[in-house]
């Protein structure tokens, strides 16, 4: 299996500022990397798919960049509705995986 | 629109059989390329991708839960069933479905919490 480790666990910033989150892959997934938000008692939403694509929806303060094993999705501008968990996921191959999350604290 | 809710049972005893349906409208998997998956999230926990079925009844499934896993598909009433053999406390767990698009989920179910006591 493809282990996802994300970094920081948990991260505290104030709104306004820029907040990047890293990923790594224990072996090469080219682009096949997802980024989600999840919000307490709420389902994932899907941020950036293929690496660095935007979700239709999703507002452009996020981004995504990397490939093969070391990626990072970056927030711009954190807004208070920026604040909850974020989660990577590689859809290289069986069986998908995530990462442990990453947890976004107003500072 | 495309939306997904799962539906079963919140509480199963150890050992039992666990048996969730997934409801979908706005896509249909008879159509090429479609495909619904479960993930699931024990409470205050990570998430864990379970198993996958696509339009043309191909499955997928996480080697990690030891054979216990199985998906099926009723096209002509856009539904997806999971079921989950021998249930321990550790199952305990949301579970997710969701549409997958090119090994992205882009839309999930609410999710429904199950939980495996005696």
């Not at chain 1, 507002?59 to 974020?86: C, E």
Request: proline fraction near 5%; include cysteine; hydrophobic fraction near 30%.
């Amino acid at each position: 299996d493809i282990q996802m480790t994300q970094s920081p666990s948990s991260v505290s910033a104030s709104v306004g500022d820029r907040v990047t989150i890293t990923c790594r892959a224990s072996q090469g997934v080219s682009s096949w990397l997802a980024w989600y938000q999840q919000k307490p008692g709420k389902a994932p939403n899907l941020l950036i798919y293929a690496a660095s694509s935007l979700q239709s929806g999703v507002p452009s303060r996020f981004s995504g960049s990397g490939s093969g094993t070391d990626f990072t999705l970056s927030i711009s501008g954190l807004q208070p509705d920026d604040f909850a968990t974020y989660y990577c996921q590689q859809a290289k191959s069986y069986p998908y995986t995530f990462g442990q999350g990453t947890k976004l604290e107003i500072k | 629109q495309i939306t997904l809710k799962e539906s079963g049972p919140t509480l199963v005893k150890p050992t039992q059989t666990l048996t969730l349906t997934c409801t979908f409208s706005g896509f249909s998997l008879s159509t090429s390329e479609e495909a619904v998956g479960w993930i699931r999230q024990p409470p205050g926990e990570a998430l864990e991708w379970l198993a996958l079925i696509y339009w043309h009844d191909e499955k997928r499934y996480n080697p990690s839960l030891n054979n216990r896993l199985t998906i099926t598909k009723d096209t002509s009433k856009n539904q997806v069933v999971l079921t989950v053999t021998n249930m321990d406390p550790v199952d305990t767990a949301t579970y997710y479905c969701a549409h997958r698009r090119g090994g992205y989920f882009d839309y999930w179910g609410q999710g429904t919490l199950v939980t495996v006591s005696a």
